[in-house]
């Protein structure tokens, strides 16, 4: 089973239904259902998104649709082996770029999904959009 580890632009495409790119992040979280792939989303993510959800909506209602994400995703952890890797690699302009390549690589990661492939230019493992890598499987 392929293990896809979403960067955090992707889970914000579903959870706030941006579009054009909503279609291919709710594919993503499909074939998760149906238990063809594992989604993995490292703990920072859980963060960021909410912090933005937040704006967007309560934050009672932000607390409630990332309990439903988690119930469908595998968390990553940020230990101190992580945040140094990424400290210490410079090939990542941006500090949280790094973070999420590292927790991709930690949970043993088959692709990195993002709509940021600029930002993972350096990565060993392999890093597509939703909609290149849906046709793959």
Known sequence: MKKL???TNI???ILAKRVPFYNEAAQLFSLADTGKVELFVSALSFANINYILSK????DNARTTLSKLKAIVKITSLDEKII???LNDVSFSNFEDGLQYYSAL???S???ITRN?????TSSIPVMTAKSFLPTL
């Open 117 to 121: 492939l600029k930002d993972f230019q």
């Open 11 to 13: 889970i914000l495409d």
């Open 56 to 59: 967007m909506t309560t934050t």
């Open 106 to 108: 930690a949970a043993n």
């Open 110 to 112: 088959n692709v990195i």
């Open 5 to 7: 580890f979403l960067d």
């Open 84 to 86: 140094a890797l990424a």
